[in-house]
């Protein structure tokens, strides 16, 4: 039994259906608020309503499983968690109740720039549950993504159909390493199947886009419309301004500012090479609702 921790997000679905495509037995660690999934949850897969503030919560979901997916994240919920809450104390909780229950691997969906002393607070609370893990005794695979394609495609489409506008956070010139949700799906599986990816952390990225490039392929896409640009000042105020009504909207935009330095880019063909048999899931196919 795999258990996946955020398997109602964005990623964890994909993550779902891929592991039950390939036949694994999966349970899924769901919040108690979530609504039901008839649509995403393929039939045979258990569901544990669970909060990760719960230490019993966790450990029941644990129960039972060999191996735990953390694709669980607290930085694009508008609310009931922060990337505090959920990227660091979640996953310690999580990481505590495999110990205990003697889980023999955690797969942990981290994030390119991970590190102590991170701009971002997100950055830092992915590194602190990085180093609970690699120090846990157990057998582990990091995946660091860089910035979800689809949550990026998503926030900048918003006003489209509205306002027929495309937000570009941003000069939109600086280079950005994005990671489709498929592309990082395919690679979990692979670590969940193959003992090879045990003990490595991996940075794992579709393409290297700039968010003027993504706002031209959104509206080619969509037939028309124009840009409506967030300029660096704003995206300032914003990431403090907004933090007592929209800890989201100001997550974002200080992620935004952290893009803007060029930091967030990094060469996703250098570990793709091993992995060649995994085709890239890009901007082209992330546009595509069929896909």
Do not use: Y
């Amino acid at each position: 039994m795999i258990l996946i921790v955020g398997g109602t997000g964005r990623l964890g679905v994909r993550v779902v259906s891929d592991l039950a495509g390939a036949g694994q037995p999966l349970r899924i660690m769901a919040r108690g608020n979530s609504q039901p999934l008839p649509d995403t949850k393929p039939n045979g897969v258990e569901v544990v309503r669970g909060d990760l503030s719960s230490r019993s919560d966790c450990i029941l979901a644990v129960e039972g499983c060999r191996q735990v997916v953390f694709a669980a994240s607290g930085f694009g919920l508008r609310r009931g968690g922060t990337p505090r809450s959920v990227d660091r104390d979640g996953a310690l909780r999580i990481l505590e109740a495999a110990k205990r229950g003697g889980v023999e691997h955690l797969v942990m969906m981290s994030m390119h720039g991970a590190a102590a002393d991170a701009p971002l607070e997100f950055l830092r609370m992915k590194f602190a549950a990085e180093e609970a893990l690699r120090s846990s005794g157990m057998a582990w695979t990091i995946i660091r993504m860089g910035a979800n394609l689809e949550q990026f495609v998503a926030s900048m489409s918003q006003p489209l159909k509205e306002k027929g506008k495309v937000l570009v956070f941003g000069s939109g010139r600086a280079p950005v390493t994005f990671t489709s949700t498929a592309d990082a799906a395919a690679l979990v599986v692979r670590a969940v199947a193959d003992p090879a990816l045990r003990g490595r952390t991996i940075e794992w990225g579709s393409g290297i886009h700039s968010f003027n490039a993504l706002a031209g392929a959104i509206l080619a896409n969509a037939g028309g419309g124009s840009i409506k640009r967030i300029p660096v000042p704003a995206l300032r105020m914003m990431s403090v301004a907004a933090r007592p009504f929209s800890p989201f909207m100001a997550r974002m935009a200080a992620a935004a500012l952290w893009m803007e330095s060029g930091q967030a880019a990094f060469d996703p063909t250098l570990q793709r090479k091993a992995f060649p048999d995994i085709p890239v899931f890009g901007l082209e196919q992330s546009l595509d609702p069929r896909a």
